[in-house]
């Protein structure tokens, strides 16, 4: 493996049982992810980016095949041991933001770093540098009900970023969101991936989204159909 790849699929495949047999939901998918990539998996509903994106976050398993990511081989990984390298080295965002309705914006952000048993002195540190990047900071102590959809989906960001992830996993981050918060959304995560060195790996099929991916995987019925630089 070349030493700045984090992610290494080769021969992958995915099938779910159905009725009396299987759906293959990937096929033959062999992939190279290096570090620092804005990058996105493209494709129609049902196209496999999802799952493919799910069994890179070690949420779901392979078949068969080999799949690395951070040097961890994620189909030799115990249950415990992929949760604790998706608590330190990835986040994660959703087109649903899964914010906890309870907590502010503070507490939502803040979660990953009691997970990680981060210090409480140093915790606010963080959670307010999360929060500013993504220019949430007065509305830091609202609730998701007080926020627009826009300002939920900034907050699930600081929540993916604060505790300086290698790698995040974005599942149609704008899906939900009106052309104007999608652009906002799409340039606080290319200044982060820019500023940081993180690497994004989106799934989506939204031509929004995909004029700021640098590199665009595309899938059709389980497979790779055209890996290409988006310049």
Do not use: W
Not at 186 to 209: A, Y
Not at 222 to 227: A, K, P, R, T, V
């Amino acid at each position: 493996m070349k030493k700045d790849a984090i992610i290494k699929i080769k021969s992958l495949i995915k099938k779910f049982p159905i009725g009396g047999g299987f759906f293959t939901a990937l096929n033959d998918i062999n992939l190279t992810v290096r570090k620092g990539e804005f990058s996105g998996l493209v494709g129609p509903s049902g196209s496999g980016k999802t799952t493919l994106l799910n069994i890179i976050g070690g949420l779901d398993s392979p078949t068969s095949g080999e799949v690395s990511v951070l040097n961890n081989l994620i189909n030799e990984t115990s249950h415990e041991d992929r949760a604790l390298i998706r608590r330190k080295h990835m986040g994660f965002i959703f087109q649903n933001y899964n914010l906890l309705p309870v907590y502010t914006v503070y507490e939502n952000v803040e979660l990953p770093l009691i997970l990680n048993k981060i210090d409480k002195n140093k915790r606010k540190d963080m959670v307010y540098s999360a929060v500013e990047s993504v220019g949430l900071i007065d509305k830091i102590d609202s609730k998701p009900n007080q926020l627009s959809g826009g300002q939920c989906q900034r907050t699930a960001i600081a929540r993916a970023i604060v505790h300086k992830p290698t790698i995040v996993l974005a599942d149609e981050p704008t899906a939900n969101l009106d052309s104007e918060n999608s652009f906002h959304i799409m340039e606080i995560m290319r200044k982060l991936n820019k500023d940081f060195k993180t690497s994004f790996i989106f799934s989506t099929h939204d031509e929004k989204i995909m004029s700021y991916l640098k590199r665009i995987i595309s899938l059709e019925d389980g497979q790779i159909s055209e890996d290409k630089n988006n310049k």
